[in-house]
């Protein structure tokens, strides 16, 4: 009796396991053929090439800082420096 109930139950894991396995491989089969079609019909365009952009230097002369940006940075550092202590 205890064998029978383990060899229905091994049996039953068998048939889950199959139809899993079995649904799993229609659905790869299923995506990869739409994704095909896709692919044939509506490809993507190409994108424009990227030129190169020009860029400042990271070191900027004191004269060419807005002086409002000056004050803001240094009311920020007085600030800091005398909450810190």
Not at 4 to 9: H, L, M, P, T
């Amino acid at each position: 009796m205890q064998g029978d109930i383990i060899a229905q139950g091994i049996e039953l894991m068998l048939y889950g396991m199959g139809t899993v396995f079995v649904f799993l491989a229609l659905l790869v089969l299923a995506t990869t053929g739409m994704s095909g079609l896709i692919t044939r019909y509506f490809p993507q365009p190409e994108p424009p090439p990227v030129t190169a952009r020009v860029r400042k230097p990271a070191t900027a002369v004191a004269g060419e800082l807005d002086p409002g940006v000056v004050a803001v940075i240094t009311a920020a550092i007085h600030q800091h420096r005398n909450t810190s202590n």
